[in-house]
């Protein structure tokens, strides 16, 4: 859920460089508008709220340097191709170390790769399985995800990526 204190192109609200857990702090603490809203609900024991999709910020906040370690925001730092044959269909997660030898789930160790590229490289080292990643996992800015975003056409993000409480749910570190 992207914060705007500007009218932007309806696109480019959908981007989702907030968690959804942010987005619901940032209206119970009274911090901005919602603009619209999904269907989906959000339950406590305490409260009920429909997930916002846009909020406008009420004062300025200083805009955060790095995003959400989100799935959507993997794939979107990836730009939703694999990293190591640049397939965008069939798209799953790699440990670049894998779990299975201490790989972490962080910025630095996950990269997008189909699922025959998962499949192939298993639980090996990129030297072992003899692949090459076309750049290595790293945390990206808040810019470098607004200019990926930029790359894709007009609601594609939104339509293709509609389980965003899957999708925008921060990662375990
Ligand atoms: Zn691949």
């Given at each position: 859920m992207l914060p705007c204190r500007h009218r932007v192109r309806p696109w480019f609200l959908t981007l989702s460089l907030w968690s959804w857990q942010e987005t619901v702090k940032a209206v119970f603490l009274d911090?901005?508008?919602?603009?619209?809203?999904?269907?989906?609900?959000?339950?406590?024991?305490?409260?009920?709220?429909?997930?916002?999709s846009v909020v406008s910020l009420k004062t300025y906040v200083k805009p955060a340097l790095y995003p959400a370690f989100t799935r959507f925001n993997v794939f979107l730092r990836d730009r939703f191709s694999c990293q190591y044959?640049?397939?965008?269909?069939?798209?799953?997660?790699?440990?670049?170390?894998?779990?299975?030898?201490?790989?972490?789930t962080k910025w630095?160790?996950?990269?997008?790769?189909?699922?025959?590229?998962?499949?192939?490289?298993?639980?090996q080292s990129l030297h072992a399985a003899g692949m090459k990643p076309m750049q290595p996992a790293y945390r990206p800015t808040v810019?470098?995800?607004?200019?990926?975003?930029?790359?894709?056409?007009?609601?594609?993000?939104?339509?293709?990526?509609?389980?965003?409480?899957?999708?925008?749910?921060?990662?375990?570190?």
């Open positions: 911090r901005v508008n919602i603009v619209s809203e999904y269907d989906t609900m959000v339950r406590s024991p305490s409260f009920e709220i429909r997930l916002p044959c640049g397939d965008k269909h069939d798209l799953t997660f790699d440990h670049v170390v894998p779990r299975a030898r201490g790989g972490m630095e160790n996950v990269l997008t790769a189909c699922a025959p590229c998962n499949l192939k490289k298993g639980s810019f470098e995800l607004h200019r990926n975003g930029r790359l894709f056409p007009p609601n594609y993000l939104h339509e293709s990526w509609m389980d965003y409480l899957y999708w925008d749910t921060e990662l375990e570190e």
